[in-house]
DNA sequence: ATGCCATGGGACGACGGTCGACGCACACAC
DNA sequence: GTGTGTGCGTCGACCGTCGTCCCATGGCAT
């Protein structure tokens, strides 16, 4: 079997990661194999092994792209107007729909762990801390200078707690939470806090 | 292949539960086999499904047993002296500490979908709201009679948040969290949601 | 024309799930 | 107590599929 050349080795590697993340965001982790996204692609299920050390590094390279889409997402909220609240409130919402449209990819960055004894890439955790960095400035208003440690664990707390909502809500574990209480739960999370937090002054 | 009548079938259940809660216990649900189950308890993997319907039913079980452990957990907490802060707070933390001590048997809570199609069992949902119980009583007196609406969502609000906390953190994905600051973040999310929270009386 | 080496077809072991055949343990007759 | 029949619990071979790896192949650079 000669070199095909049909595709240089990059469009390969995006064709591959193209029709994993379809699969994925179609029938789910579940649903991903070699041979299917061989089949889709028209090559062997070897040439993935070219491309990738694995299966679990193809589905990591999906994440980044996930990753990716959900920071542009959130970039976007951020150039409207409105008061610091409401900025966190609208990225709040912006993660929320996110969640909601795609499912199946989101729930990827958190059912798909590391075989054991590998870490996360550091790229990885850059594009964690990027997203993180988001709610941060928008938290920002709420803490004079030299408290960066406060504003640190309020926007983890916040994140956290948003992500807690819209995972048990779309795992459907949270008991009487429709879609639509969904968003009820992040404002009353967000309001709450926001109001318990200690004044900025 | 004879009767063997070294166990009755209920002993049977239990000790493929046993081996399937270990397994899972130590390696991940991705270390769980029909196969494996079987080779530990000296039975062939045909035996496993006259007891159970696929191994997804099983997993199913091991859940069952999993939210039990969690509820007797909390519940233990509750005998406890402390004013209704002080409770609210140590529900908070042992739940950490479960998922800490049992962090892939508490993953497997949220890592195992049912196959497309088949909603959770009722039995199930009642598990989960038994938990959220435990929540609801402690938050109880900061809410007056007539309010449960406002009770019920804040109870699932920081349940939610507590799990969202400790899911990021043993997903190590809310980069920087150690094993010390994930309780902190559930002190700062308890503490600052309940200051934020509408007087009581 | 030559030879290098990327390539992908196919082999391998293990998986979940099914099912027919087997043979032990018990009920019953005596 | 002994013998016998039989129901049903159990086994393990089977099917289609999986992830991964090897190496014969044959296009491309020289």
Redesign the interface.
């Known amino acids: 079997m000669g070199r095909r050349s049909t595709h240089t080795p990059q469009q390969l590697r995006e064709l591959i990661l193209d029709a994993a993340q379809d699969i994925i965001n179609v029938h789910?982790l579940?649903g991903l194999s070699a041979r299917e996204i061989a089949r889709r692609i028209g090559y062997s299920p070897g040439t993935i092994y070219n491309m990738f050390d694995n299966l679990d590094d193809v589905v990591l390279h999906v994440e980044a792209r996930v990753l990716d889409a959900l920071d542009k997402r959130l970039s976007d909220t951020l150039q409207g107007e409105g008061g610091a609240d409401a900025r966190v409130v609208r990225i709040a919402h912006a993660y929320l729909a996110f969640t909601q449209e795609k499912p199946r990819l989101w729930n990827l960055?958190?059912?798909h762990?590391m075989p054991a004894g590998s870490?996360?890439p550091a790229w990885y955790?850059q594009k964690?801390?990027g997203l993180?960095g988001h709610v941060e400035r928008a938290l920002a208003p709420h803490f004079p200078a030299g408290r960066e440690a406060d504003l640190?664990?309020?926007s983890?707390?916040l994140?956290?707690?948003?992500?807690?909502?819209t995972?048990?809500?779309t795992?459907?574990?949270?008991?009487?939470?429709t879609t639509e209480t969904a968003g009820?739960?992040i404002d009353?999370?967000v309001?709450?806090?926001?109001?318990?937090?200690p004044s900025p002054t």
Chains 1, 2 share one sequence.
């Open positions: 789910g579940a960055l958190f059912e762990h870490d996360l955790q964690l801390e993180m640190q664990r309020a983890r707390v994140w956290a707690g948003v992500h807690g909502i995972s048990l809500s795992a459907d574990k949270l008991s009487v939470v009820r739960l009353d999370l309001g709450t806090y926001l109001a318990g937090l």
